[in-house]
């Protein structure tokens, strides 16, 4: 790597030093100024960042870690901003749906409800934020296994409990792969009576710029079956949702 190569990666690892070791987000000429850097030269280095995940750029134009460095260190404030541009998109479609939905997320060998937007009902059969759900009994936590490497996936199954919780709750690791593939083939999935005898659920994945599921989506609390059509139109409904997330998150 020849001189000039050198300065401007250690001018890139100085920028994104500084967003990851900020408490808050920054502007461009915040950084520019905290790295003794033009305004330009800032900008050019955080849209290449911005580009491949490494940062996020928020609603006023300021950076933070980005999910790509928010999963390895501060994850937290990657799922701020996660959490804040998905609520408004949830809210809305459960307004127009009258149905309850949640967004998850995975740690390690757990997933749990990182937001929600509830309905008017009485009841909506739907557990509160912070809720750890069973990977093997619902359908975020499929969507967020689904497309993991061969060798993280095993090492999750390898110390995980298939507990069971309804008569329809998936019991064996053979099973549970059978039913990620199908999860893969379809793009979503299904909690059919597995974690509550008359739960059903639906998820979608949520994905970065670059593909990866950083997160699942999905209506939740419905009792009893639903049917192919009503499936496919909820499905529809998740994907939309989930595509906007998305491009506010990283376009």
């Known amino acids: 790597m020849d001189e000039n190569n ?22 461009v000429n915040e950084i520019a100024k905290e790295c003794s850097l033009s305004p330009a030269t800032t900008f050019r280095i955080l849209r290449t960042f911005k580009n491949g995940g490494w940062v996020y750029q928020d609603k006023d134009e300021k950076y933070t870690i980005g999910y790509k460095i928010s999963y390895i260190t501060v994850r937290k404030q990657f ?9 408004f998109i949830m809210a809305k479609l459960s307004k127009s749906e009258n149905e309850a939905m949640n967004l998850v997320v995975r740690d390690n060998n757990q997933c749990y409800i990182l ?11 739907v557990p509160p934020v912070g809720t750890i759900l069973p990977l093997h009994a619902s359908a975020c936590g499929k969507i967020l296994l689904s497309e993991l490497s061969q060798q993280l996936l095993s ?24 039913a990620l593939t199908q999860v893969r083939e379809k793009g979503y999935a299904l909690d059919e009576h597995e974690s509550q005898e008359e739960g059903f659920c639906i998820a979608v994945p949520i994905r970065a710029s670059d593909g990866e599921i950083i997160a699942a989506l999905s209506f939740s609390g419905f009792i009893g079956q639903k049917t192919v059509n009503e499936i496919d139109y909820y499905v529809n409904l998740l994907n939309n949702a989930s595509r906007e997330i998305t491009g506010r998150l990283f376009y």
């Open 155 to 178: 090492d999750i199954l390898d110390t995980y409990t298939f507990n069971k919780l309804t008569s329809h709750t998936i019991e064996s690791k053979e099973s549970f792969l059978t």
């Open 6 to 27: 050198i300065k401007v990666l250690e001018r890139a690892l100085l920028v994104l030093d500084t967003v990851k070791n900020s408490e808050e987000p920054l502007g």
């Open 79 to 87: 799922r701020l901003a996660l959490k804040e541009t998905a609520y």
């Open 115 to 125: 937001e929600q937007s509830r309905t008017d009902k009485i009841v909506d059969y």
